[in-house]
């Protein structure tokens, strides 16, 4: 059997159909009460933990904050919150440190934590676990540790949720980001479904 003809129906579609069923029966059950979730009530962890979330920020053009589609969460790309400071801006490898990188990027995530609250109708314990994030670093040519200034994205995604904060992850030097920031954030979440 061709390729094309699982595309385009005929019996290809009957083995789509089928390798879809396997799949789905393969996948554990989604519980939908505190027992999917890693130590219960993130809120309180963030509270535990001193985090205070800034208030999501407005798009700057023709997009929106965030997208739902069932029990996934879309993040647009986000920027460090204003908290941040200097780090916020620059160029990793030329006068920006893997630190200074860190702080952006752990930054951006706290933008991230926001919108996502927002998608959960303010409160982050509907989150199930992040499913991927992927990191834009303003990097110059030489610049090869993009990995290390993401993880102040990850680090905190595991602070406030344990395991479920963990996720696939791609971290992509740039040679520049808007407004000159150093890092940027997106990333895909799963949800508890339900209003």
């Known amino acids: ?18 390798a879809t069923s396997v799949l789905q029966a393969s996948r554990p059950a989604l519980a939908t009460g505190p027992e999917r ?16 979330l800034p208030a999501a920020p407005a798009p700057v053009a023709t997009y929106v904050g965030w997208r739902r589609a069932g029990a996934v969460v879309y993040i ?8 941040v400071g200097q780090d916020a801006f620059g160029k990793l490898g030329h006068g920006l440190g893997i630190e200074g990188g860190y702080a952006a990027a752990r930054g951006a995530a706290l933008n991230v934590l926001a ?32 990995p290390a200034v993401l993880n102040g994205a990850s680090d905190l995604f595991v602070e406030v949720f344990g395991e479920a904060g963990k ?13 000159g920031i150093a890092v940027e954030v997106e990333s895909v979440w799963e949800v508890l479904s339900g209003d």
């Open 115 to 146: 919108q996502l609250r927002s998608a959960c109708g303010g409160s982050l314990d509907r989150v199930v676990q992040c499913l991927s994030i992927t990191g834009y670093v303003n990097s110059a040519d030489d610049f090869t540790d993009q």
């Open 1 to 18: 059997m061709k390729r094309r003809d699982v595309l385009v129906g005929g019996a290809g579609a009957v083995i789509g159909i089928a």
């Open 167 to 179: 996720a696939a992850r791609a971290a992509i030097g740039v040679n520049t980001l808007p407004f």
């Open 76 to 83: 647009a790309g986000q920027g460090p919150a204003d908290t």
């Open 37 to 52: 979730r890693e130590g219960g009530a993130f809120e309180a962890r963030l509270v535990a933990l001193g985090i205070e």
